[in-house]
């Protein structure tokens, strides 16, 4: 079993939709987690970054940490076809660098 | 800033050839990283640099695959010989102590091919 389990997809929805964006990992020890986001042909880029449990927002994306079910979010509201990309999410236990576990990622497209 | 800049964007090779990739990292960032990505398996991390050491080299997946980063603004990741399975996207990325946990910043990767 992998450490972070993402859903491929691929996810289509219609623009002005809420996307929501799930991530389950198996190691408790896991402090910080971001979202990637990966346009085609590009590196990932970061998105969101949350330490801990809570919820984090900016603008149209709201990231949510649950660390008593090891469960991660990321939502997008009024979607647009520029949201059309891959999101990775990302975990970090405390101190070891930057090293980073990332999920396989979620491909999204955003229909007009 | 220019980013991380890697160097070739697509290279295609025979099985058995030798394979390296270059890396330029953001000037002052401490740390680099070398990933590979394919549709299976997704992002893995091959090996990490702090300050120019190789700090975990514990993703290369065999003695084939070496790394080494000769002063802070240039590394290489080395293919020898070369198999099909070696066939990924190769990233690598960088950061700095303090500016965030886990904020990378990714170069636009080397698309490899070994036939």
């Known amino acids: 079993q992998k450490e972070v389990e993402q859903d491929p997809g691929p996810l289509s929805v219609p623009e002005g939709a809420i996307v929501s964006l799930n991530c389950t990992y198996s190691?408790?020890?896991?402090?910080?987690f971001m979202w990637y986001r990966q346009y085609s042909r590009k590196g990932p880029e970061l998105l969101m970054y949350?330490?801990?449990?809570g919820n984090k927002e900016d603008g149209r994306f709201t990231a949510q940490v649950d660390k008593s079910s090891k469960y991660i979010s990321l939502f997008i509201r009024d979607s647009q076809p520029s949201d059309s990309a891959t999101y990775l999410c990302?975990?970090?236990?405390?101190?070891?660098?930057?090293?980073?576990?990332f999920g396989t990622g979620t491909q999204l497209k955003v229909e007009l | 800033d220019a980013g991380v800049i890697q160097s070739p964007r697509h290279e295609v090779t025979e099985m058995g050839q030798e394979v390296t990739l270059r890396c330029k990292p953001i000037?002052?960032?401490?740390?680099l990283f070398w990933y590979r990505q394919t549709m299976m398996r997704g992002l893995e991390l091959l090996i990490y640099?702090?300050?120019?050491?190789?700090?975990?080299d514990s993703g290369m997946p065999e003695d084939r695959f070496s790394a080494k980063m000769p002063n802070a603004s240039f590394s290489t990741l080395k293919i020898q010989p070369s198999e099909p399975r070696d066939s990924a996207v190769y990233f690598c990325?960088?950061?700095?102590?303090?500016?965030?946990?886990?904020?990378?910043?990714f170069g636009s990767g080397t698309q490899l091919s070994v036939l």
């Open positions: 949350t330490y801990s449990s």
């Open positions: 190691n408790s020890a896991f402090q910080y």
């Open positions: 000037s002052g960032h401490d740390y």
């Open positions: 990325a960088s950061s700095l102590t303090g500016q965030g946990a886990g904020k990378l910043f």
């Open positions: 990302a975990m970090k236990l405390t101190g070891g660098g930057n090293k980073l576990t």
């Open positions: 640099f702090n300050n120019n050491v190789p700090i975990d």
